[in-house]
Structure formats: C-alpha cells, structure tokens
C-alpha cells in the first residue's frame, strides 16, 4: 500500500513558525487530494487544510491567513506552512492522502494516514 512520513513538528513560541512536510512512497499510480488534520487531547481530529492535484486548496477557518498548503506533485509530497503560531494550535497533526495504487491486477483506490507529528505551541 501507500506509507506516508511525516516530520517538521517541534516545540515553538506563540506567533513563531513551523513548517510540517509529509511523503507519500509505495506502488503509487495517483495522488488525489493531499491533507493534514490534527487532534488536540480530548478533542476529536479535525480538517486543518487540503489541496487537489491541480492545486486548489481548502482551510479551517480557524487556520485561514496564517497557514499554507502546497505540495509537490512530481515528489507526492505535501508541505503545511505555519506562521503566527497560537496556543491552541497545539496538536498532533496527521497527513492524510487518497489515490490510486497499481495493484497486481487493476489499479486500486487507496487512502492513507501518516503516524502524525506532534505540534506545541507555548505561550
């Protein structure tokens, strides 16, 4: 199936930066939509941002203007940009992926979850 690795989360100050980068690797045919969630404790997990293949993007609202999806179709790889960091951005935050896969008879829809990275923001 498809694995997807996660890494660039860490400790930060409130309104500091982090960027987060996730890769997709396997017996990939397509990438569909490329995502990241998060779940904060006692919380449930929730959609942080989005984007298609042609690139057209989606936001929590909570996160509009302060964070930035992008990926790289030629790599399968989707980035999350985070400035202006708050406290309650704290959270494990999880890439998410759907696509197709080349299976041993026909090409096979697939959808993966990467083993999350852990976000803190101190104030």
């Known amino acids: 199936q498809v694995q997807l690795v996660e890494s660039g989360g860490g400790l930060v100050q409130a309104g500091g930066s982090l960027r987060l980068s996730c890769a997709a690797s396997g017996r990939i045919f397509r990438v569909n939509v490329m995502g990241w969630y998060r779940q904060a404790p006692g919380k449930q997990r929730e959609l942080v941002a989005a984007?298609?293949?042609?690139?057209?993007?989606n936001y929590a609202d909570p996160v509009k203007g302060r964070f930035t999806i992008s990926r790289d179709n030629a790599k399968d790889t989707v980035y999350l940009q985070m400035n202006s960091l708050k406290p309650e951005d704290t959270a494990v935050y999880y890439c998410?992926?759907?696509?197709?896969?080349?299976?041993?008879?026909?090409?096979?829809?697939?959808?993966?979850w990467g083993q999350g990275t852990q976000v803190t923001v101190s104030s």
């Open positions: 984007i298609t293949t042609g690139g057209i993007t």
């Open positions: 998410n992926a759907d696509g197709v896969v080349l299976g041993d008879v026909i090409p096979t829809p697939f959808q993966s």
